[in-house]
């Protein structure tokens, strides 16, 4: 669902999604919970984010990390232990 969100600059809500200009932009847009947009008031462009979808999206996302992290290294150190011990 989108929110209206405000822009930075002159506090409108004329937000519109703005295209990623080069890779670098692509990059971030995959690993932050970011966007590009800009407004069609003052014609400012930059990222937006929105803080409680995001807070809660990137949370969830670390407890996932953090496990897959600690099940993947207990595999790991098995697969040592069973290598070292033949
Ligand atoms: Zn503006």
Redesign the pocket.
Known sequence: MQIPKP?P????F?LNRSRSKNIFEKGLKRILPIKTYR?H????RGWVSNRKITQEVSLRKAVLIYSAVIVISLIVANMLRIMILR
């Open positions: 822009c600059k002159c506090g409108e004329q407004c008031a003052c014609h400012w």
